[in-house]
């Protein structure tokens, strides 16, 4: 499956981005799909994964409560929208698919990554 991530920019402390990854192929429902985040310097961090039906999500600490994950299997698509974002948020934003379980996205091994978006937020 190929990933292209759209919908980075530069937001203002507070405000909100609705980020998209649009997956190729015809087996986009049969994927756990996730967002992930890196920061010049540092290690690639898991936020949010998804299940296949969109009925399971789990948020790292770091988003809880401000992103929401979600994915349309018609439209091969899975967003991620993030609210009162903060500086600390600035990154370039990944999304990738697996069919492993949770621990494959928490542990960053996803078979499957689109190219990135950078989000900046400014303060």
């Known amino acids: 499956v190929q990933l292209q991530a759209f919908g980075g920019g530069l937001v203002q402390a507070g405000g909100s981005l609705r980020l998209a990854c649009v997956a190729s192929g015809r087996t986009f429902s049969t994927y756990n799909m996730g967002w992930f985040r890196q920061a010049p310097g540092r290690e690639r961090e898991f936020l949010a994964p998804?299940?296949?039906?969109?009925?399971?999500?789990y948020y790292a600490d770091s988003v809880k409560g401000r992103f929401t994950i979600s994915r349309d299997n018609a439209e091969n698509t899975v967003y991620l929208e993030m609210n009162s974002l903060k500086p600390e948020d600035t990154a370039v934003y990944y999304c990738?698919?697996?069919?492993?379980?949770?621990?494959?996205?928490?542990?960053?091994?996803?078979?499957?990554w689109g190219q990135g978006t950078q989000v900046t937020v400014s303060s």
């Open positions: 998804i299940g296949r039906s969109g009925g399971s999500t």
């Open positions: 990738a698919a697996d069919t492993g379980g949770w621990i494959t996205f928490a542990t960053v091994k996803c078979d499957y």
